[in-house]
Structures are given as C-alpha cells and as structure tokens.
C-alpha cells in the first residue's frame, strides 16, 4: 500500500528491536476466502504504531496482494535441533506489546474487529517477562 498524499509512511516497526515488553499477546489471522483485504489493511495501519503493535504480513497475504518480497518465505518447521521448532504460517500476524493484561485484551479485541471481514482471527498467544527479561522461549 501506497500512502496518502502528504502522509509519511515509516518502513521501521521499533517495537521489533526494543525490550521484552512485560505481556505480549501473538495474533495469528487467516484471510477471508474472496475477500479484498486492502481496507481492513488501511484500517489496521492506523492502528498500528509499530511499538505497541507490530504487524507482520504472511506470503499468502503479499501474494494476494500481488506484490513481492525479496526473501519473504513460509518459515521451515526445524525438527532437527532437539525440540520442535512449528512453523505457523499466517496470512497476518500481530503482537502486541504492554504490561497491562487488561489493556490488551482491549486492544486485541479493537484489532480483531478492524481486521474483519478481510481476516478472521484463527489464534492467539498471550506470552510474558520473567527472569532477566526473557520471554519463554529464551529470546
């Protein structure tokens, strides 16, 4: 998606790099069959700061968009290394970031209906700090 005229899109979603926020929720989408995602994509753009919710776009998504990225792969489920490592493939993906469960069911109740009836929702993950500031899967 183009932006608006006069709007500045940023390519950086800082929310990527920055610490382990104290709760995240991970929201897996799967597109609508037929349907036109780009207006339920505009509205999630608004929504979408790139700290307190960053998105990511699946292949399938980009494909049907009829756009490219050079690199975009579905990520290889990984046996080999002891412990299972699943690829999830989704055709949109979130993660919000907080440190108020509240608040982000809130939110990831907002991101669900801005989302419909392009996506619908097929699961979602609620993850948190401990320790040093680890999540649980050591990141």
């Known amino acids: 998606m ?11 979603q800082p929310g990527i790099l920055a610490p382990v ?3 995240a929720r991970y929201m897996f989408f799967a597109l609508e069959p037929g349907s036109h995602p ?12 790139g700290d307190r919710i960053v998105v990511g ?3 399938s998504l980009v494909l049907v968009l009829g756009c490219k990225i050079q690199g975009l792969r579905v990520f290889p489920h990984d046996p080999a290394s002891g412990f299972d ?3 999830t493939p989704a055709a949109l993906w979130l993660w919000l ?14 991101v669900e209906r801005t989302a419909s009836p392009a996506f ?19 990141y």
Request: hydrophobic content about 35%; aromatic content about 2%; proline content about 5%.
């Open 97 to 110: 970031r907080g440190d108020d469960r509240g608040q982000l069911v809130h939110l990831s109740r907002l």
């Open 38 to 49: 780009s207006r339920s994509l505009r509205s999630l753009r608004a929504l979408a700061d």
């Open 57 to 59: 776009l699946g292949q």
């Open 120 to 138: 619908h929702l097929t699961q979602v993950i609620d993850a948190f700090r401990h320790g040093t500031g680890l999540d649980l899967t050591g």
């Open 2 to 12: 183009q932006p608006a005229q006069g709007e500045v899109m940023s390519n950086v």
């Open 85 to 87: 490592v699943p690829s």
């Open 21 to 23: 926020p104290g709760l």
